[in-house]
């Protein structure tokens, strides 16, 4: 979705940037790549700041800025991330008071604005930088999503990746007992965290680090990377349900041992009966797709 302000504070800021990477893209050499200080001079960065809001330029925009671009460190490469998504953490320093809080807040900001920033990668002493939208942030997670735009096509619209349409989907009597990829990308993982919480559907297990987003449905269709066909699972229970160890009796909303005995499923360490603890419900559709009587489609 192409994003086009109207002639205004906010998009005079919006062209700016746009103008930032006009720029930055006509030096001799770009197709390699960036120096820092090349990045610097255009206005996009400063020094070592891991995110840079240009105070004096955004201000006037929102308290206490509107960030311009956030630096990706350690051994995180652009061409090494895997689909249009990465996950950046909140900035968390000994520096001054108050500094970490409003670098997130003016991140923060962008988002607000619909106002692009530049995700700024390490490529050797070179730099890659890719326009981007901050799509979302969880104060629990202490994170922030970010849409990596490379195709220059604008901000996404959340409301259609939410969309569910299953028609596409074949029921088959019997199911794979492992999947292949049922581990999430970042932007589903972020957005199954966010919405469920970060504790495990099936025990205490409460830690976003060690959290799995598992897809109900696994297959591709319209609707594959809404929330609503995700479960959040620690990595015991994700195996279990990928063993064919656990299954949900969609009736009441409970686990169960496909034997029935509930030894079977104490000895899975399943203390959470039923997924009623979570802050939201997955799909009825997509449970009953997957759990049904003889319907399992992964």
């Not at 997670?141 to 409301?159: H, I, N, P, T, V």
């Not at 959040?232 to 279990?240: G, N, Q």
Request: hydrophobic share 35%.
């Amino acid at each position: 979705m192409n994003h086009v302000h109207e002639s205004s504070a906010v998009g005079d800021e919006y062209r700016r940037r746009e103008g930032m990477l006009a720029k930055l893209r006509a030096l001799p050499g770009a197709e390699s790549g960036f120096t820092p200080e090349s990045i610097g001079q255009v206005g996009m960065s400063r020094g070592e700041q891991g995110i840079f809001f240009d105070k004096a330029s955004t201000h006037q925009l929102a308290k206490p800025g509107v960030t311009v671009s956030l630096k990706v460190t350690g051994r995180v490469y652009e061409d090494t991330v895997a689909g249009d998504s990465i996950i950046y953490r909140y900035p968390m320093t000994d520096r001054s008071p108050g500094r970490d809080e409003a670098e997130i807040q003016a991140t923060k900001n962008a988002g607000h604005l619909s106002l692009p920033v530049f995700t700024i990668f390490p490529k050797g002493k070179r730099r890659t930088v890719i326009r981007s939208w901050v799509e979302d942030w969880d104060d629990r997670q202490a994170s922030f999503l970010l849409f990596l735009d490379r195709e220059g096509l604008g901000a996404r619209d959340a409301k259609t990746i939410e969309q569910l349409d299953t028609s596409s989907l074949t029921l088959k009597p019997t199911p794979s007992r492992t999947s292949t990829n049922n581990d999430s990308d970042d932007y589903f993982r972020f957005r199954v965290l966010k919405a469920y919480g970060s504790s495990c559907s099936c025990c205490t297990v409460n830690s976003s680090s060690l959290i799995h987003a598992v897809r109900i449905i696994e297959k591709s269709f319209t609707g594959r990377n809404s929330v609503l066909n995700g479960l959040p699972m620690c990595p015991t229970h994700k195996a279990a349900l990928d063993e064919g160890l656990l299954t949900l009796d969609i009736e009441n909303n409970i686990w169960i041992a496909p034997s029935g005995r509930e030894q079977d499923l104490e000895g899975l360490g399943v203390t959470h009966r039923g997924i009623g603890h979570l802050t939201r419900a997955p799909s009825p559709e997509l449970l009953e797709i997957r759990f049904g009587a003889n319907q399992n489609v992964r």
